[in-house]
């Protein structure tokens, strides 16, 4: 499933940007959440699970291990980068063509507007 980004003022879904406009099904029954490690800027392993789901239970950031700094790899300004993100990922059906793709946080001012919800979607525009 391909991830919705937000990028320099863009919606984008792997390489295409996402016009304005574009509507969405929200899956909230399926929103998950967890932590991803990344490695070399790439995921490398996830837990993750579905917020729903009472038998899921998020681990303890402790519990991933990698906890010794000195082994983190470093943002652009030299300091030590967590391997391990939290994070929520968000089924969205695209309303066109049915494709599916996942979003993950976005920053405030590029959350897409939501029309209408149920206890299972939401319908959505950006």
Request: with cysteine.
């Amino acid at each position: 499933m391909r991830l919705l980004k937000f990028v320099k003022g863009q919606f984008l879904s792997g390489d295409n940007e996402v016009p304005a406009g574009r509507e969405f099904i929200a899956h909230a029954n399926q929103l998950a959440h967890g932590y991803t490690k990344f490695v070399g800027g790439k995921v490398a392993e996830q837990r993750m699970g579905l917020v729903a789901d009472p038998t899921f239970v998020l681990p303890e950031r402790a519990d991933l291990g990698d906890t010794d700094q000195s082994t983190w790899e470093t943002d652009h300004n030299s300091k030590p980068r967590d391997p391990w993100t939290r994070q929520y990922y968000l089924p969205l059906e695209d309303n066109e063509t049915g494709g599916l793709i996942r979003s993950s946080p976005a920053p405030r001012a590029a959350t897409p507007q939501s029309e209408s919800c149920s206890l299972s979607t939401c319908a959505m525009h950006i």
